[in-house]
């Protein structure tokens, strides 16, 4: 049974909330054959504890403005690792460290992913790319 169409928008929603806050390696996995809970979680990353739960704080106000109750959230003191459950969607939110520790998409890797739009998909967490000109200098150096 695949994920409804409910879940995915709302993971979309939890995915483009997070990229508006810079959030890096989005990914959403369809986990409804997994697991009974939920259908779909949401992995996102920041670079720092005040970027994650700049993070979470967005995605709670966009799931609540779309009409999703938190059921429960958990780490939000620490800052490392939220989990926000909204029943139908998990989202995790990671510090860069914890993600790569921790490796959530290995573990739930034989798990389709959700194709998320360009908006929802955040960065890579590097720096964003400059143009330079024809001697190595940024274009607007």
């Not at 997994?34 to 700049?54: C, K, P, W, Y």
């Not at 959230?73 to 520790?101: P, S, T, Y």
């Not at 959530?104 to 194709?115: A, F, R």
């Not at 143009?131 to 274009?139: A, N, T, V």
Request: aromatic fraction near 6%; include cysteine.
């Amino acid at each position: 049974m695949a994920a409804t169409d409910h879940a995915i928008d709302l993971a979309i929603t939890a995915a483009r909330a997070a990229s508006d806050k810079k959030a890096s390696e989005i990914i959403a996995l369809d986990v409804s054959d997994h697991l009974v809970l939920t259908d779909a979680f949401v992995i996102a990353s920041g670079n720092s504890e005040r970027q994650v739960s700049a993070i979470v704080d967005a995605v709670e106000r966009a799931l609540h403005e779309a009409g999703t109750k938190l059921v429960r959230r958990e780490g939000k003191g620490d800052a490392r690792w939220v989990l926000l459950d909204f029943g139908d969607i998990v989202v995790h939110v990671q510090h860069q460290e914890d993600r790569a520790f921790y490796a959530l998409e290995k573990l739930w890797g034989d798990c389709p992913s959700i194709e998320l739009p360009e908006d929802a998909r955040g960065g890579d967490g590097g720096p964003e790319e400059e143009e330079l000109d024809e001697f190595g200098f940024p274009k607007n150096f």
